[in-house]
């Protein structure tokens, strides 16, 4: 059994494998994508697909969100409905790919990711953008080697605040969840690693404030990656 972080630290000695979010906690690849623009098109095809208004009319604001809310709705039967998530999610990618020629490392992300195999960490992403959109991405900025894991939408039954990608990172990782540790900008993030058994701390760059992210139940949260990756260095050193 792995010895659980304390408030003070981190990390423990079996520690294996960091899991982070993509968007708004590495890139910031939602700064360029039109979120509006795809919501409308995504709602419009649900729309041609036989999903009622009022179903569409409870979902979540933004994007996510509505994906989310009609892939739990039940409003149609199963194979339809997962024919129409996937032209959904299709749909969606094409504004995610507008990030690909765009999308940068925040400050520090590099040097952590780099640093890794020497603090005897491997590294794993679970987003809820599509895999295809993070390896393009990673992929042009030279660090897709830093990964042994991409766990995006795709295929997923259900997204994040759901275990699900967490769980398939931890299979691909051939790790348990306690072996592992989530970063992510997102009370979601943290929940997501909570119901699979995995701790989590936040990084304050994106959606959810410090105060959100703690009450959600992460250990600690910082400033951004580049404070998270300080802290590693010290703990493992």
Not at 119 to 137: F, Y
């Amino acid at each position: 059994m792995s010895r659980k972080p304390s408030a003070e630290a981190i990390t423990w000695p079996d520690l294996a494998a960091l899991v982070f979010d993509f968007d708004r906690t590495l890139v910031p690849l939602g700064n360029f994508v039109r979120w509006r623009v795809a919501a409308g098109e995504m709602r419009a095809r649900y729309l041609a697909a036989g999903i009622r208004e009022e179903v569409l009319a409870g979902a979540p604001r933004g994007c996510f969100g509505l994906y989310r809310h009609v892939a739990l709705s039940r409003a149609l039967a199963p194979a339809d409905l997962a024919r129409v998530q996937e032209e959904a999610s299709a749909t969606l990618a094409r504004f995610e790919e507008e990030a690909i020629e765009r999308a940068e490392l925040y400050a520090g992300a590099e040097s952590l990711l780099y640093d890794l195999p020497r603090l005897g960490l491997r590294a794993a992403i679970v987003s809820s953008n599509p895999a295809h959109v993070i390896r393009a991405i990673l992929a042009r900025l030279g660090v897709a080697g830093c990964f042994a894991a991409i766990v995006g939408r795709d295929g997923l039954a259900d997204l994040k605040p759901a275990p699900d990608g967490m769980l398939r990172a931890c299979a691909e990782l051939g790790l348990t969840a306690d072996r592992c540790l989530a970063i992510g900008d997102n009370a979601g993030d943290v929940a997501a690693a909570l119901a699979a058994g995995m701790p989590a701390v936040g990084v304050a760059s994106g959606v959810s404030s410090r105060d959100e992210l703690l009450a959600a139940g992460a250990r600690v949260v910082f400033g951004d990656v580049q404070e998270l990756g300080d802290r590693l260095r010290a703990e493992r050193a």
